[in-house]
């Protein structure tokens, strides 16, 4: 059984802006925010079958519901991440922690060296991509490739609207990739379309990239994603993908959806 590590939105609000999407005057609207996320919960326990670890949130760490930004795990072994914003920074103790009292074997990165965890680093079984220069820094690829012994590829990020992989760049289990290719520069736009074959790669429509439909959480045959994709479902759906489209724009307020608010466990 697969597991996710989530975290329930009980002070999740707008309290600063490090990504386009988020406005101080636009606020959360907190029972709304609960029942999506509840929603999404339910989807993926009743649906796709997952197992869900809940951490405990923390009060004045708004954005702690996006465990997709805890750090990477595989196996047994875990990297918190290292935020490039100091408000973020704050939540890297408590993860690091979660991960620690769960038995994980904690590698941690030099401090400077910016990772925002599964955020940015996604792939294949056999290949690895993360994104970079919006949030992650490049160097700390190198040092993930020696910690996990896996090659990584590096791919720039240049649209501060998809500042995290996650945002842009979606693989599923049976090996397809959805992505918006203009989010990121002319060579990783290449390094992509070398990688993954032509009948395995997905282009989402930019409407549909905006509402995040890169942002989906894909188990098994599952997918889980916003809702107002309708070209993305038809694409998807027509690979045999059984999709479930979820009301979870109260999180878009602060730049997510559903895939950033879990962490894949194993
Ligand atoms: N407000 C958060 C930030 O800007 C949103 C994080 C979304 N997470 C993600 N994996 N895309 O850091």
């Known amino acids: 059984m697969s597991r996710l590590l989530v975290c329930p939105p009980d002070y999740f609000s707008i309290d600063y802006e490090i990504n386009p999407w988020m406005r101080l005057s636009n606020a959360v609207d907190p029972e709304r925010a609960r029942a999506q996320w509840h929603g999404l919960m ?6 796709t079958g997952v197992f869900l670890e809940r951490m405990q949130p923390v009060p004045g760490l708004p954005d702690m519901v ?31 922690d979660w991960f620690r009292d769960h038995g994980y074997e904690v590698a941690l990165l030099e401090n400077g060296l910016y990772f925002e965890g599964a955020g940015d680093l996604l792939g294949f079984p056999d290949a690895w991509f993360g994104g970079y220069r919006q949030r992650s820094d490049i160097r700390a690829y190198a040092r993930l490739s020696e910690i996990f012994g896996r090659e990584i590829i590096p791919l720039e990020l240049v649209d501060g609207r998809f500042y995290h992989l996650d945002t842009c760049f979606c693989p599923f289990s049976g090996g397809d990739l959805l992505y918006y290719p203009p989010a990121f520069d002319p060579y990783a736009q290449a390094v992509i379309e070398d990688r ?71």
């Open 42 to 47: 339910r989807a993926l326990e009743e649906e």
């Open 66 to 96: 996006f465990t997709a930004n805890a750090g990477v795990v595989v196996g047994n072994r875990a990297v918190p991440s290292r935020f490039r914003h100091p408000e973020r920074q704050r939540e890297e103790r408590y993860f690091e």
């Open 196 to 266: 993954i074959e032509k009948p395995r790669r997905f282009v989402v429509p930019t409407s549909e990239a905006l509402r995040f439909a890169c942002n989906a959480v894909c188990v098994g045959k599952h997918i889980a994603l916003p809702e107002g994709c309708p070209e993305t479902m038809a694409l998807l759906e027509a690979r045999g993908y059984e999709t479930h489209p979820l009301p979870l724009d109260e999180f878009m307020k602060a730049g997510g959806s559903a895939k950033c608010l879990t962490l894949a466990l194993d």
